[in-house]
């Protein structure tokens, strides 16, 4: 949670870039816009392959390979219980 200074201020710091992108030509908001917008997806996507990398190391370890057969193992029995899947 932001505390309500650095909220404010966070406020008032995008009301002036709020200001700032109204002074521009229509053209260049637009630019602006669409940079910015490729920024965000380009950090999604950064951030997206850096989860799904670390998902790849994980699924690699063999510590935690040994950890999930145990866990299976764990579970083997109420697997056998007769219930279907859902």
Known sequence: MI???ERNDMTSNL???E???G???????LLL???LMR????????SDA????????MAGDA???RELRAIANDFMVTEADGLKSL
């Open 33 to 35: 816009v669409e940079r």
């Open 39 to 46: 920024r965000l997806r380009m950090d999604e996507l950064s």
């Open 15 to 17: 009301s002036q870039l």
């Open 23 to 29: 002074e521009l030509p229509r053209g260049e908001q």
């Open 63 to 65: 510590q935690i390979q």
């Open 19 to 21: 200001a700032s992108v």
């Open 3 to 5: 505390a309500g200074e």
């Open 50 to 57: 850096a989860w799904r990398n670390s998902l790849a190391e």
